[in-house]
């Protein structure tokens, strides 16, 4: 098997962490391999810089001062200037819950410090050479020295709200409050509020209440599944209280809204049939 070659993966890699004389010998072996480095100390400087600079690949520590490393990996897998960017976590955190969070957060790989540095080193290659492989033809050389303008507001209400919809769309029948989602992209709830007034005229919660009911409807169409089961799955606590959001939502009750969408289903069925 032919071996990977330094010069042709050498790219610009970002560490994100705060105790950085932690990774002193990382820096060594990287930088021998030819790759450029930077730094960040905390998540919001990893975050801007990542954005200024688009590097080829992020590392990061879960635990982070003022944007933690999960909260960070959200907003850069929802920013339009960075979603493609490979994140690796780097962290002293074995367990397995925090390897799951990372991945459903958006990382490649989760690595423990622990790791020999050879095995961190090739996995960062694989990981680039992926992500170039991957990127479309004609696409600008990501090894180079880049300068990406400064990001908009709008660009960060829309990464905001793109991180916080596709972490509702993992945890749709949970109890959520404005804090805790605030926290998932690392912002104050009055900033999260204000982005979705403005990007979607809706609150938060209004943004949750039409997709829970709108994915109730799907499963009333389109499954078997019994309705107070449905309900459960939404985040209902009773049957009577999910019949009460939809109906306030829809008009009709779930069994009558299950009824006419078979109804139609079935016409709709003998039509085809028929022609």
């Known amino acids: 098997m032919a071996s990977i070659s330094h010069s042709s993966l050498a790219g610009h890699v970002l560490i994100v962490d705060s105790t950085p004389a932690d990774l002193t010998a990382l820096g060594a072996v990287l930088r021998s391999a030819g790759f450029r480095l930077s730094l960040a100390f905390d998540g919001v400087q990893g975050y801007e810089r ?21 909260a960070l990996c959200r907003r850069l897998k ?10 690796i976590f780097f962290s002293g955190d074995d367990s397995p819950a925090e390897r799951v969070k990372a991945l459903r957060a958006g990382a490649v790989d989760y690595i423990l410090k622990s790791c020999s540095l050879q095995e961190v080193l090739v996995r960062i290659q694989i990981h680039i050479q992926l992500a170039r492989a991957a990127a479309p033809a004609g696409a600008p050389d990501a090894s180079g020295p880049q300068a990406a303008p400064a990001a908009q507001q ?11 919809q596709r972490y509702l769309a993992d945890h749709l ?11 998932v992209v690392g912002v104050r709830e009055r900033r999260l509020t204000v982005a979705f007034r403005k990007r979607l005229n809706m609150s938060v919660y209004e943004y949750l209440r039409k997709q829970r009911m709108e994915t109730a409807k799907y499963l009333l169409r ?3 599944l019994r309705i107070v089961s449905i309900g459960e799955e939404m985040g209902f606590s009773s049957a009577a209280n999910f019949s009460t959001a939809f109906r306030n939502y829809t008009g009709v009750a779930p069994s009558a809204y299950r009824r006419q969408a078979w109804a139609d289903g ?3 069925g003998a039509v085809a049939d028929g022609d």
């Open 50 to 70: 990542s954005i200024a600079n688009q590097p080829d690949l992020i590392m990061l520590d879960s635990a982070l001062p003022r944007l933690d490393g999960l």
């Open 78 to 87: 929802s920013h339009h200037l960075t979603s493609a960017i490979p994140v």
């Open 154 to 164: 709008g660009d960060e209400d829309s990464a905001l709200i793109l991180a916080v």
């Open 173 to 183: 029948g949970e109890d959520h409050t404005l804090k805790h989602l605030a926290g």
């Open 222 to 224: 389109h499954t078997a």
């Open 266 to 268: 079935r016409s709709a």
